[in-house]
């Protein structure tokens, strides 16, 4: 299992976020979340989930508003699930509570913490690290042809709703990386799969 817990960067000064951050994590979870998105100690957040695919969209998503320092605790939740994520308890909850406190003293604002997963969480972080970096240095150009491809556009359909040519749109998507961008959520998806099959197998027979 997966648990994120994400808390506001420099909350003392600035707007409460946590509400459009639980409806953030809403809308990009879905039914891809063990329990409704969850508010668990002033302005912070928290969500579970069994799909690597949604855990690593979400902390895409929440790092990309740069309001968040973002942890990702990999292992198991105790269950039966209780009604209320804030209530939930188990080795993944207190990963991420040990990732969110490193995540504050990182430039990238996101850490990954989940002892004996293979691969490691050292592994996962330089991995998200490097994608998160490739983001970061995407224009507001880039981004927003991101979202149309991301949306279901072909890149050719995209250059029209921008009203550029598709050689623009081309040299665009090259400079904002969208390929390598897919590339690696999958690869970063199978290795935190991988990582939570990982789970419980240390020794096993």
Do not use: C, N
């Amino acid at each position: 299992m997966f648990a994120i817990t994400a808390d506001q960067i420099d909350s003392r000064h600035g707007p409460d976020l946590a509400d459009h951050a639980l409806a953030l994590l809403g809308r990009i979870g879905g039914d891809r979340l063990a329990l409704p998105a969850d508010r668990t100690a002033g302005d912070e957040v928290q969500a579970i989930t069994a799909d690597p695919r949604a855990a690593l969209e979400l902390i895409l998503e929440l790092a990309r508003t740069g309001d968040w320092s973002i942890g990702l605790g990999v292992g198991d939740i105790r269950t039966p699930l209780p009604a209320d994520t804030r209530a939930a308890t188990g080795p993944a909850l207190i990963a991420a509570r040990d990732a969110v406190e490193a995540a504050k003293k990182r430039p990238s604002h996101a850490a990954v913490a989940g002892p004996g997963i293979r691969p490691s969480a050292d592994t996962l972080q330089a991995t998200l690290e490097l994608l998160l970096q490739l983001r970061e240095r995407r224009s507001a150009e880039g981004w927003e042809l991101y979202d149309l491809v991301e949306s279901g556009l072909t890149q050719a359909d995209a250059a029209a709703e921008l009203g550029i040519t598709p050689q623009a749109a081309s040299k665009r998507a090259i400079a904002a990386g969208i390929r390598l961008d897919t590339a690696a959520r999958d690869a970063l998806t199978s290795l935190l799969s991988l990582a939570d099959e990982s789970i419980g197998t240390e020794g096993a027979a």
